[in-house]
Antibody, heavy 119, light 107 residues
Framework: QVQLRESGPRLLKPSETLSLTCSVSGDSMNIHYWTWIRQPAGKGLEFIGRIFSTGSTDYSPSLKSRVSMSIDTSQRQFSLRVTSVTAADTAVYYC?????????????WGQGSLVTVSS | DIQMTQSPSSLSASIGDRVTITCRASQNIRGYLNWYQQKPEQAPKLLIHAASRLHSGVPSRFSGSGSGTDFTLTISSLQPEDFATYYCQQSYNAPRTFGQGTKVEVK
C-alpha cells in the first residue's frame, strides 16, 4: 500500500522560508507525479505544484515566484520550499501522488501538515 | 488557468436522499475530471476519476457523469458517512485546479 507522510516545521515567522518533506513508501517514485496541495482553514484546496522523477516541475502561477520543489528518489522523498511566507500561507499542506494511470487523479494523500505563520 | 465552478456550495439532505452536485469547467476538459470527498480533519479521498470511473473500494452509490465542460457527481441514496465536502478537480492541463467545494449537511 502506498503511504505518504509530510514532515517539517509547523510554526514560522513572516518572511521565513517554509520547508516540508514528503516521505513515500510502498511505491516506486519513477512513474508518477508527486504533488503539493494546500488548504487554508475553512477553505478549499489549492494546487501548489508537482514534480516528476526527472526533476521536471509545474508550479501554480500565483506561487511560482516563491516556490521550488526537489525530489530524491533514492531516499523516497520530495520536498517543498516556499520563501517569504506571510499569514496568507497558513494552511494544511498535503502531499499527494498524481497517478499516471487513469487520467491523472490524486489517488494517495498524506495526512496533512498544519503550517502556521505568525509573528 | 481552467476555472472549475461547483454548484451548489452547500446542500442539506436526509438519509436515503438522492444527491446531485454539478461541476462546470471554463473550457473543454474532455473527460479529465476527478471527484474527491473530504471529511473534517482528514485528507481528501478519491471517489471518481476520468469523470465516471469509480475508484477502488468506493461504494457503488457514488457515480459520475459528463464530458467537455459539464459534470455531475451523484449519490444515489445518501448514507450517514456521506456527510462531507466534495471537490471536483480537472487533470486536463497544468496547473491543476479544483472547484470550491460542495458541503453536504444533515437536513
Amino acid at each position: 500500500q502506498v503511504q505518504l507522510r509530510e514532515s517539517g516545521p509547523r510554526l514560522l515567522k513572516p518572511s521565513e522560508t517554509l520547508s516540508l518533506t514528503c516521505s513515500v513508501s510502498g511505491d516506486s517514485m519513477n512513474i508518477h507525479y508527486w504533488t503539493w496541495i494546500r488548504q487554508p482553514a475553512g477553505k478549499g484546496l489549492e494546487f501548489i505544484g508537482r514534480i516528476f522523477s526527472t526533476g521536471s516541475t509545474d508550479y501554480s502561477p500565483s506561487l511560482k515566484s516563491r516556490v521550488s520543489m526537489s525530489i530524491d528518489t533514492s531516499q523516497r522523498q520530495f520536498s517543498l520550499r516556499v520563501t517569504s511566507v506571510t499569514a496568507a500561507d497558513t494552511a494544511v499542506y498535503y502531499c499527494a501522488r498524481e497517478s499516471l494511470y487513469g487520467d491523472y487523479p490524486y489517488d494517495f494523500w498524506g495526512q496533512g501538515s498544519l503550517v502556521t505563520v505568525s509573528s | 488557468d481552467i476555472q472549475m465552478t461547483q454548484s451548489p456550495s452547500s446542500l442539506s439532505a436526509s438519509i436515503g436522499d438522492r444527491v446531485t452536485i454539478t461541476c462546470r469547467a471554463s473550457q473543454n476538459i474532455r473527460g479529465y475530471l476527478n471527484w474527491y470527498q473530504q471529511k473534517p480533519e482528514q485528507a481528501p479521498k478519491l471517489l471518481i476519476h476520468a469523470a465516471s470511473r469509480l475508484h477502488s473500494g468506493v461504494p457503488s452509490r457514488f457515480s459520475g457523469s459528463g464530458s467537455g465542460t459539464d459534470f455531475t457527481l451523484t449519490i444515489s441514496s445518501l448514507q450517514p458517512e456521506d456527510f462531507a465536502t466534495y471537490y471536483c478537480q480537472q487533470s486536463y492541463n497544468a496547473p491543476r485546479t479544483f472547484g470550491q467545494g460542495t458541503k453536504v449537511e444533515v437536513k
